[in-house]
């Protein structure tokens, strides 16, 4: 596609503005919004200029100025808008020297992909990721000096099942109980209508849909999958998901979240990453070895898990994210791989015998991360792998639960909080600096952002758990 092909689209839409798209470094859509003549050949050349200077984690008040360059590859009409409004997605740019914004997290991926294709491994990842979601009745929090609590709400949530019904609101007593809300049909699944709803507009914005469920968890989690693609365009359409998603609900009168852990005593929400390489249009995960892997996939899993307490300080970005990730509740934190072991880090799907469907899947991410970033990690620390030709190991193909003691201690983890996977971060990240597609200082930034905002909030504020455990002391 061509600036031609969208300005012709614009047109035979009938499109009254243009919102221009951007993702800041957190990994949260913005946009500015023009009228339609204010787009044309020219801006997918010269920009949009905006003032970047008040977006989390990025530009100082000195430096800005900022370009927004549309991508004119990707354009759909916002489902949600009153007045027809085409959409694009953008990179931020530098005004002086006309180069993606050293904080660009779209860049980066950009970055990415050029990479793999001048190292000649492959010229194409496929990414196909899963992100997990809930959809509340209702969301409420605060956080004063002296007091903090949050409060959610599903009809679904086995503690309704006591709940007394009134005309409007009837108890029908089919509630879902703890852990068990995987797949079941209606009316324990009270969020078909909405799941469909939300496929139905995704199909319309372009993104091919290819399943959706209920969850594990009771309280409304949700997974909707659809078809994977390149790493930059799977970047750019997991944005377009969580939109349609969050949108979609808020129509409806509920509320929808990828904070990975919402609530107590449940699953959380994981974003399982399925990745594959593939060369002149042939897939090269395919082989002979253990599960049909080629001998390139193994290396691959090996520069995984190697990386992999450095890559969760990108792909399970938030406090939050390590309280799904715990020992002994089946979360995939051990630094391993197999065919079958869910609670192993890597995993390799054998749903076919077709070596186009030949696949691994990396399950510690969540649906917090900033895709862009979280995406090139993976790619570079499988490269990594497949350079150095780093050996995974022996698989895990025996309940993690039933070993010995003294053959789980073999099995290596992934870090258990935020702090520990900056710190891995901080100790580990050559392997992204590879043809500068990270570069030091957004790795600095990221650091110090989520020390300052994340981190160190955390840490000087009560928790209402406290006051259960303490009070009285």
Request: with cysteine; charged share 20%.
């Amino acid at each position: 596609m061509n600036a031609k092909n969208v300005l012709t689209y614009a047109a035979d839409q009938e499109a009254r503005f243009v919102s221009v798209r951007f993702t800041d470094l957190i990994g949260s859509w913005h946009h500015l919004t023009f009228p339609i003549d204010q787009l044309s050949e020219d801006s997918f050349e010269d920009g949009f200029g905006f003032d970047a200077s008040s977006l989390r984690g990025w530009a100082a008040i000195h430096e800005s100025d900022m370009l927004l360059v549309p991508d004119p590859s990707r354009f759909w009409i916002d489902p949600f808008t009153e007045d027809t409004t085409l959409c694009l997605i953008a990179n931020a740019v530098d005004p002086i020297t006309k180069e993606g914004y050293w904080l660009d997290p779209r860049s980066v991926a950009q970055r990415a992909e050029s990479y793999l294709k001048f190292t000649g491994i492959a010229d194409t990842i496929n990414v196909g990721p899963e992100a997990e979601f809930f959809i509340f009745d209702e969301a409420r929090y605060h956080n004063n000096q002296n007091s903090a609590g949050f409060y959610v709400n599903s009809d679904e949530g086995h503690w309704n099942s006591g709940r007394e019904g009134s005309l409007d609101n009837p108890n029908n007593g089919y509630h879902i109980r703890p852990k068990e809300g995987y797949v079941p049909v209606a009316p324990l699944d009270t969020l078909i209508d909405i799941r469909n709803t939300i496929s139905t507009i995704l199909g319309e914005v372009g993104i091919n849909v290819e399943c959706h469920h209920h969850e594990v968890a009771t309280a409304g989690q949700c997974e909707i999958d659809f078809r994977f693609s390149n790493l930059l365009h799977t970047a750019d359409s997991l944005m377009l998901f969580k939109y349609v998603v969050k949108n979609t609900a808020h129509a409806a009168g509920k509320t929808a979240t990828f904070m990975p852990k919402p609530i107590y005593g449940d699953n959380g929400s994981g974003m399982h990453c399925h990745q594959s390489l593939w060369k002149d249009g042939s897939p090269l995960f395919a082989g002979d070895e253990y599960a049909g892997l080629s001998e390139m996939a193994k290396f691959y899993i090996g520069g995984l898990l190697k990386h992999a307490p450095a890559l969760v300080g990108f792909a399970a970005p938030t406090t939050n994210s390590y309280k799904r990730l715990v020992p002994g509740f089946e979360a995939p934190v051990n630094l391993a791989y197999s065919a079958r072991n869910r609670s192993a880090a890597v995993r390799i799907p054998m749903f076919s015998s077709s070596p186009k469907a030949k696949r691994l899947e990396f399950r510690p991410p969540d649906p917090s991360c900033n895709p862009y970033l979280t995406f090139a990690a993976l790619l570079m620390a499988g490269l990594d792998g497949i350079q150095n030709r780093i050996d995974p190991g022996e698989p895990l193909d025996k309940d993690i639960y039933d070993l010995p003691p003294e053959e789980l201690a073999n099995v290596p983890s992934l870090p258990g909080s935020l702090d520990e996977a900056l710190n891995a971060l901080e100790a580990d990240h050559e392997f992204l600096l590879k043809g500068d597609v990270f570069t030091e200082s957004i790795i600095e930034r990221w650091i110090s952002y989520k020390l300052e905002n994340e981190i160190t909030p955390l840490r000087l504020r009560p928790h209402p758990l406290e006051f259960s455990m303490y009070y009285d002391i």
